[in-house]
């Protein structure tokens, strides 16, 4: 099983309480289903208005089950940004 960093950023860093941590996941959904385990609530709320890289690439509008992780990788979990 792939280990990855989920990092938080902005209103996601201040809803789980921590910049990053650890997880194991093959995809996408996965590692989000595992957040949304460890930080129920107010985290949960603002990963419906996240956008995701996955080691430096966008993930755009593909399904999140289809997005396989690798083991060492990075998840940047980004909440909608105000300003330029």
Sequence with gaps: MPKVTVRYWA???A???MAE???EAVTLAEALAGVRE???????RV???CSFLVD???VGTR???TVRLA???TVEVLPPFAGG
């Design 11 to 13: 209103a996601a860093k």
């Design 15 to 17: 809803a789980a309480g």
């Design 21 to 23: 941590e650890p997880y």
């Design 38 to 44: 460890r930080h129920p609530g107010e985290l949960e």
């Design 47 to 49: 990963l419906l208005r």
């Design 56 to 58: 430096g690439d966008p």
């Design 63 to 65: 399904g999140h089950e």
């Design 71 to 73: 083991d060492g990788g």
